[in-house]
């Protein structure tokens, strides 16, 4: 899946980062070391909590990007119900929407449209 895919925006990301002073290289720098590396607590269980976080600040781009990380990551369809139910339960009708969304995404990685290779990504 291409960035313009995720959000149009990202397609002029390596430009934003020049103007930027390179925070975004930074902040990817904090989100590899914080969310994808294992620790006391393994990194498939942060990018949930992160793909819980992208949907409470409903960020679409975020919550597409945490789904198919936690794909690649193999975290079943009953492990992410559990965090949509908590995105649901903590988010109200909102959050429910917001969920519903992150479940929609990972069925779109599921599906034949998507190419096993397109991996989106997120604020890199």
Known sequence: MSNEKIDPALEVMKEFSKITCGT??????????????????????????????????????????????????DVSEAELGEFFALASTMGGCVGEMWALKAYKAYKDLHSDSV????EPTCCA
């Open 24 to 73: 975004t290289g930074h902040i990817n720098q904090m989100r590899q070391k914080t969310i994808f590396a294992d620790g006391a607590i393994p990194a498939k269980y942060k990018i949930l909590g992160a793909m819980l976080w992208s949907i409470s600040a409903r960020c679409e781009p975020c919550i597409k990007y945490y789904v198919s990380q936690a794909k690649k990551r």
């Open 115 to 118: 190419s096993k290779d397109e």
